[in-house]
């Protein structure tokens, strides 16, 4: 049990249609960052969020967006969905921003989108 | 970007002893870390190094770090059938953590 939560776990949507996910960090921890794990690929990173701010983005297009609240859990917001967007989604938290030491890094359960 | 490159599969006797290589590119990773997934699941964090140690042994799991070849290794003593999963490692540096595609281990009895 790393205490990162994602919701939700499993959805589907259709081509064209907007996503929100969202994780709650491991209490304490101020630093949160989504990847995208396509079927048996490895993880790819999305963007960091530290503190409220984007502080890191990945290869990912704009239609890709987030926010960090002031109790740092967060959401990702992919708009315009396309097929290739089917993957896991994974929420990372860890403690006073990756550009820093990051120490314990833990991932939540992720969310299984499947864009039809 | 980040490179890492690991064997895709391998295949133990139970009780032996596993050994997943990884190299990787980015001299300047500060931590390495190494998760197991398994199906359908997210990431469990397994153990982590940072970059100035080159060995640590957390229970059953050794990590062996040769930062002057880029080359991190994870030995799981007395390979049990919870065992079997995907292992990754995953450098971190400038921001993010980078992954490759993933050990699949298979432990037989």
């Known amino acids: 049990e790393t205490g990162v939560t994602q919701s939700p776990t499993h959805l589907i949507k259709t081509r064209g249609q907007q996503v929100t996910l969202r994780c709650s960090s491991q209490?304490?921890?101020?630093?949160v960052s989504w990847y995208q794990q396509a079927l048996g690929q490895g993880p790819q990173f999305i963007f960091q969020y530290y503190r409220e701010e984007e502080n890191g983005r990945g290869n990912f297009p704009p239609r890709f967006s987030g926010l960090q609240f002031p109790n740092y859990s967060s959401e990702l917001n992919v708009n315009a969905l396309e097929l290739d967007d089917s993957a896991l989604y994974l929420c990372?938290?860890?403690?006073?921003?990756?550009?820093?030491?990051?120490?314990?890094?833990?991932f939540g359960e992720g969310s299984r989108l499947t864009v039809l | 970007g980040e490179d890492v490159e690991q064997s895709l599969f391998l295949s133990v006797r139970e009780g032996d002893s596993s050994v997943i290589n990884c190299t990787y590119t980015d001299s300047s990773s500060t931590y390495l870390y190494w998760y197991k997934q398994e199906p359908g699941a997210g990431l469990q964090l397994l153990t982590y190094?940072?970059?100035?140690?080159d060995m640590k042994q957390d229970q059953r799991l050794t990590v062996l770090l040769n930062k002057k070849d880029k080359h991190l290794s994870l030995r799981i003593a007395d390979t049990q059938t919870g065992d079997s999963a995907i292992y990754f490692c995953?450098?971190?540096?400038?921001?993010?953590?980078?992954f490759g595609a993933g050990t699949t281990v298979t432990v037989r009895a």
């Open positions: 990372a938290s860890s403690l006073d921003g990756f550009r820093s030491l990051a120490g314990e890094l833990f």
């Open positions: 209490s304490g921890h101020n630093t």
């Open positions: 190094i940072f970059s100035n140690m």
């Open positions: 995953a450098p971190f540096g400038d921001y993010k953590l980078s």
